[in-house]
């Protein structure tokens, strides 16, 4: 029996859980493509925090510094969704994982 294939947002917690940011950059960006307004602000603030968290699991600190940068200023321009994203910035800059992110409540 095939399972049913999981919604794009679904696939990107659950990659992003798991600490594959690459992919769930790439999960995400599905969305982000059709996404309108302050959606498309949300999954652009999501998709740089991902690359971020990409850069800083490699090693590249200059990276992570620049994606955590933008992820900033998106969370600027479209404030009223991004609580998460800057809640994700702290814990990046602490090097840790927000509570909601580590647990996928």
């Known amino acids: 029996m095939r399972q049913p294939i999981p919604h794009p947002l ?14 769930a950059h790439e999960a995400l960006e599905v969305l982000w493509r059709e996404a309108r307004g302050e959606e498309r602000c949300f999954l652009q603030g999501l998709i ?14 200059a990276g992570a510094r620049r994606n955590l940068a933008k992820a900033r200023r998106k969370a600027r321009r479209c404030d009223r969704l991004m609580p998460q994203v800057k809640e994700v910035a702290r814990a990046l800059e602490r090097g840790t994982s927000p509570r909601w992110l580590a647990d996928g409540t």
């Open 48 to 61: 740089q925090l991902a690359a971020a968290l990409e850069a800083r699991r490699r090693g590249h600190a």
């Open 10 to 23: 679904e696939e990107a917690a659950r990659l992003w859980r798991a600490g594959a940011y690459w992919e």
